[in-house]
């Protein structure tokens, strides 16, 4: 989700219209979802749901908000009648209370502005209107418009006579689309409008500038849904997200603590498992050096030897006799755990703080697929766990164990699947280390992951930025 500067989008609706009635509960595309809904859910797949307002009077309309998962600003009924209200008290009694430095007016009018259009946007009013040397103070989505225009009298942008204009040497004109303005909640309230005096100009596409305002207006864009899905569709097709699970989005650092305590023999039942105590602790922070579970046992070997610290110096590159039966026996615990103990086990595999993005991330985008060396039950029970409500791709070391390595297999997926961008997310710089020769491949690390503390860096902004840049092309 967009976050590299404080912004909310606002939607404001309301139920009475003085040409369509009631034109949010229109509805649109395969599912026939009303046009409220529609926009949410654009929005929802490039701005975090907690950064989304629907600004509505109506009980119906809140419901649809809500429903959606996104937060409602109650509108007064003073400012939900177009016929008492000014436009500018409508914008001031919404934005006054929306508690965000920067303001994205969107409306679900205009059905056809896709997610990579107002992902441009927030871009664009980062690039031209936040940098230190813009001259733009606000920004609004636009169609340039090359044609011939007349005015009662006469043609006002051309010559219509011998020395006529080829419309490629037109003067720039622009359409206001009605789909985005955005502008500093301070600028907004100072100025009692959605813009200021020098905006910025986001061209977007013919068809994103349908503004729904009368029924004929209506048909022609629920009739062009069809054109609209499919080029979405076709941007889908050529890009893929490939995220890694534990220390991407899952830490089960915990859980792996609890299975090496039991195999261990250390506790005979989790009820006699102590998260708190300074034993547990000594092991989560050599967790970032752990590779197989057969790791485990020279790591707690090392805590009992108080050798901790040497753990990354000492750990061998194969595992001995004991250790090797300690790994058949880990695995053995730790299906027993998952088929008597589930809600207790699930439990010891917690959401990193800020991944519920990641969750929402991946039920907006059918795009995004799952790459663990975790099996595919297990991390689908989690993803359920916490939020996912879409059947997802998840690839495990069985579908990639006959290419030998992850690398390969996501170099074979995106040849086959055409792909022509690709990301790749994992905490573990040995393993994006190895698929940077992958071509159309981006890697990133996942620095909130099992990294040394001297690299720990909480970077899900940026992780998040770069992946919305890939999904929208």
Known sequence: ???????????????????????????????????LAWKIRQLKKVLNKA???????????????????VKVHHRDEYLADGHKASFSEVIVGVVKDIPHEHIAWVTCVVPLMSP?????????????VLSD?????????????????????????YSATKHHTISQELPNIYRVTNGLYMAPKELMLEKEYILGEKPYKSCVSKIAGIDIDEYEDYEIARDLIGIYNTKEKEKEKESIVFLDFDGVVVDSAKEAYAISML?????????????????????LGQR???????NYF????????????????ILPNEAGKEAKKFLNEFFATRQVIRNHFWDDWLKLNELYTGSERFIELINNNKNVVIVTTKDSATVNALLIKYGIKREIDIYDSKDYDQFGCKSLFMDDFIKNNKIKKAIFIDDSYSHIAKCEWVENLSVVQAK???VTPDIFEDNKDEVINLIMEVLRG
Request: glycine share 6%; proline share 1%; hydrophobic share 30%.
């Open 133 to 157: 040397n813009s001259t733009c103070d606000s920004l609004v989505s636009t169609n340039l418009l090359k044609e011939y225009f007349w005015n009662d009298d006469e043609a006002i942008n």
């Open 298 to 313: 020279y790591l707690l070997k090392c805590i009992d030897e108080n050798k901790e610290s040497q753990f990354s110096d």
């Open 1 to 35: 989700m967009y976050k590299k500067y404080d912004l909310a989008a606002v939607i404001p609706v309301r139920l009475g219209s003085s040409r369509v009635s009631q034109k949010a509960l229109l509805e649109v595309g395969d599912e026939k979802i009303t046009l």
């Open 51 to 69: 950064n989304i307002y629907v600004s509505t009077e109506s009980d119906v309309l809140k419901k649809i908000a809500l429903e959606e998962g």
């Open 116 to 128: 990579k259009e107002y992902l441009q946007g927030f871009k664009e009013y980062d690039e031209h």
């Open 288 to 294: 970032c050096h752990i590779g197989p579970a057969w």
């Open 448 to 450: 909130w992951g099992y």
């Open 263 to 283: 195999t261990s023999g250390k506790i005979s039942k989790l009820d006699e498992l102590d998260l708190d105590s300074e034993h547990c602790k000594r092991f």
